[in-house]
């Protein structure tokens, strides 16, 4: 079955396809956030994901055109306080959506070896990302992806799993320290 799916970087004449793709699948996946709110990496797609130095953005899709998958990473941007990252090439993977038909074939770890080289050649340092419990199998499926747990927290009201490639380049700041202290 994955022998019959192409894994293709995300063009103009596709982009509005897939954001919608992944903004339908993120409502069935996360229906307690808001809708109405577009994320800013789905807002700025192009500037995201495709105008620059570290960032990309796949799609799967069967022989037939049918869009089956996803995965992105963007330049991350710091946005969670507990912690910081040495290196100047840091992203954030993302979106890695698969259609309920097409999970456990292969697919999600196809994409995510695809994103994989790209960061290599792009030069990337670490690769980070986070999850939740709440997601079926994501965990377990990102350690068999050679990820490490660096940090489980609360953020917003979900419990968060922070994860990186190589947490050999995490170094904990005064914020990460008092917020472990305080919790």
């Excluded at 799916?5 to 956030?33: C, N, Q, S, W």
């Excluded at 709110?37 to 796949?58: C, E, H, K, M």
Aim: with cysteine.
């Amino acid at each position: 079955m994955i022998n019959d799916i192409d894994i293709l970087p995300v063009g103009i004449r596709d982009r509005e396809e897939v954001i919608a793709y992944v903004l339908k699948t993120r409502e069935h996946l996360f229906p307690m956030l808001n809708h109405q709110v577009i994320p800013r990496d789905l807002r700025d797609f192009s500037s995201t994901y495709v105008q620059t130095d570290v960032g990309a953005f796949l799609q799967a899709r069967t022989k037939q055109g049918k869009l089956i998958g996803t995965i992105g990473m963007m330049a991350y941007d710091n946005r969670f306080p507990y912690f910081s990252f040495t290196g100047s090439k840091i992203v954030e993977v993302a979106r890695l959506y698969v259609e309920p038909a097409y999970r456990k074939s292969g697919l999600g770890t196809a994409l995510v070896q695809r994103l994989k080289t790209i960061g290599q050649q792009q030069g990337v340092e670490l690769l980070y990302l986070h999850t939740h419990p709440f997601l079926e199998g994501a965990y377990e499926f990102w350690l068999k992806q050679g990820f490490d747990l660096v940090l489980a927290c609360e953020e917003s009201g979900f419990e968060t799993l922070h994860m990186t490639l190589d947490k050999t380049k995490v170094i904990t700041t005064d914020t990460f320290t008092s917020f472990m202290e305080n919790r």
